[in-house]
């Protein structure tokens, strides 16, 4: 069995309570309350600061060219897209500079950011890379689940748009494939700890939801 489908299938659960949380719900309906949106923007833009840092630590120790090629280009693709479309949002909100400085982190993020981090000092490049696709692969299906549908909030609609492209569709399609690759070619014990990483994000990716609606603190 492949990794993704594998990992995919340890990860179900939370993987379909995203689908049905009720903060995807009520962006859909467009009556996501503006506060919660807010902090989940909050907390998105440093888990995202240290995501795309990320992407450059594990492209630096991989000794695979192939994947070392594939999150350079990730790193660029998060700079012209989903941080782009975050500043939009930031100024249309009007979260300003001293905000970001003085809304603390909250658990979850916290969490979710050492989890990363841990797999690429504790663990390989592969189980760091393994790591971080559920992110992006996770956002990718519930965009493309949620344009059929839409929202009828301008900014709710557009961060459904972010992520439903084809173009976005197609590097998740090449992350699942090299890690795949990447799997099938380690030993047994680096195999499941790809397969823990990429379950462990699958769970804070449910938690990241929860934690913007209770507008978490520590």
Sequence with gaps: MTFTKLAREKATPYWEGSFEHPFIKSLVAGDL?????????????????HFSKLYGYIAQQTKDAEVRKQLKQNAENLKL???????????????????????????TAYHYVSHMYRQLLDGTPNTAFAGMLPC???????????????????????????????SAAAEVQKECLLLDRLYHQSPQQEQQQMIESFVISSKMEFAFWEMAMKLEKW
């Design 33 to 49: 309350e503006t506060e919660v949106f807010r902090y989940y923007l909050l907390q998105d833009r440093y888990y995202l600061e």
């Design 81 to 107: 897209g989903e941080l782009a479309i975050r500043e939009e949002f930031f100024s249309e909100l009007a979260i300003s500079e001293k905000e970001i400085l003085e809304t603390p982190i909250a658990p």
């Design 136 to 166: 992006a692969w996770l956002y990718q299906e519930i965009g493309a689940r949620l344009i059929e549908v839409g929202s009828p909030d301008s900014i709710y609609q557009r961060w459904i748009e972010t992520y439903a492209g084809e």
